[in-house]
């Protein structure tokens, strides 16, 4: 009888054993797990924000660091189709239509032809499309995804594209390029027939509409220094409720135009100015994103600009000296910062098409 038991225990310990390994092998054999499918994609773009000009202005920030909120971490590599340097044409158009192109151009490939973006995809599948931005909605970032010229300094012809129904929220700048054009052409009245709700003042309001073209300023938003206040926030909360409310799925784009200007003119404390009003808009994005648990947030930078490094300063060497090799770009690599369902696919060292193509992936543009 003690025999028969002790038998019985061994084969009981074996069987448990078998069934474990094969658990384990029908884990293996079936790969790795689909990442999961966000609903909803809010898209950051610092435009010239390397390192350097985070590093530098969140170490003086008081604030919360919106960039140390992010597990999965990544670098893109922003050579254009002609330059190893691109600009922000080049630069926005790769994320939009996944290929190269030339700088200055938006939304065509290297041989300049218009190619299908992420909106005209996703507007396919019906979901809500939208850009914000503190330049004008015509600028060459926002233009990237809902545009095809050759030029980026077309914005006339750029604002039309606004009527093809491919982009259903814009915020920003612009006007001019809308009631006071060279054809003299007022979009705003063929946007209203189409269904858009027009607004173009600097008096903020909060319209509930499916369809919303707001331009703010003549051109370009003021800057943070000359009172523009939380308005990136704002328009950017306004995109996102109308968009989820009116479509549930959508993929809005938001820039932080200017931290490129203040590169531009190397002035850091315009740059770091407009560093922190992104790294708030961050904050409220990532705070909206957990409690809803199907968005992902994805945060990088066209290219840097000014060739910014942080060097030693003798005289208080707890803080640094910003110095400036150029008011141009350059060609280092930028971060990514990936937030919810589909992160993961954002690690590791790629192309900035990549980007695209991460995106098309997770949101099943492929027909998989």
């Not at 898209?43 to 660091?65: C, E, H, P, R, V």
């Not at 946007?191 to 369809?211: I, R, S």
């Not at 005289?315 to 919810?340: E, L, Q, R």
């Amino acid at each position: 009888m003690h025999i028969c038991k002790v038998m019985k225990r061994k084969f009981t310990w074996k069987l448990l054993c078998l069934l474990a390994l094969t658990l384990t092998l029908n884990a293996a054999w079936a790969g790795p797990k689909k990442p999961k499918r966000p609903k909803r994609v809010i898209f950051l773009i610092g435009d010239g924000m390397g390192l350097a000009q985070i590093s530098g202005a969140m170490s003086t920030y008081k604030g919360k660091n919106a960039f140390e909120r992010f597990k999965v971490i990544g670098l893109s590599k922003t050579s254009s189709a002609d330059n190893y340097v691109t600009d922000s044409g080049a630069g926005a158009t790769v994320f939009s239509i996944g290929k190269k192109a030339k700088n200055g151009a938006i939304g065509v490939d290297s041989a300049e032809k218009s190619q299908d973006g992420l909106f005209e995809l996703l507007k396919i599948k019906g979901w809500g499309t939208g850009v914000v931005a503190t330049s004008s909605i015509t600028h060459a970032t926002p233009a990237a995804f809902y545009s095809h010229v050759k030029s980026r300094k077309s914005q006339d012809e750029i604002a039309e594209y606004l009527v093809r129904k491919t982009c259903d929220i814009a915020i920003g700048g612009g006007n001019q390029f809308f009631n006071k054009r060279k054809d003299n052409r007022n979009l705003y009245s063929e946007l209203t027939e189409f269904g858009y709700l027009t607004l173009h003042d600097t008096t903020w309001v909060e319209p509930n509409n499916h369809k919303i073209i707001y331009t703010c300023a003549e051109d370009g938003m003021p800057k943070m220094s000359e009172g523009r206040g939380d308005f990136l926030l704002k328009a950017t909360q306004l995109a996102s409720r109308n968009l989820q409310q009116h479509y549930g799925n959508y993929f809005l784009m938001v820039e932080g135009s200017q931290i490129d200007w203040g590169g531009h003119d190397n002035d850091y404390d315009y740059m770091a100015a407009e560093l922190y009003d992104f790294n708030e808009v961050i904050n409220a994005v990532l705070d909206a994103a957990i409690k809803d648990g199907n968005t992902l947030v994805v945060v990088t930078a066209d290219h840097e600009t000014g060739g910014l490094s942080l060097l030693e300063n003798k005289d208080d060497k707890s803080t640094f000296k910003p110095s400036y090799s150029s008011k141009g770009h350059s060609g280092i690599m930028v971060p990514v910062f990936a937030f919810g369902p589909g992160a993961e696919e954002f690690a590791g060292i790629y192309e900035n098409t990549a980007i695209h193509y991460k995106f098309r992936k997770l949101l099943g543009l492929d027909g998989k």
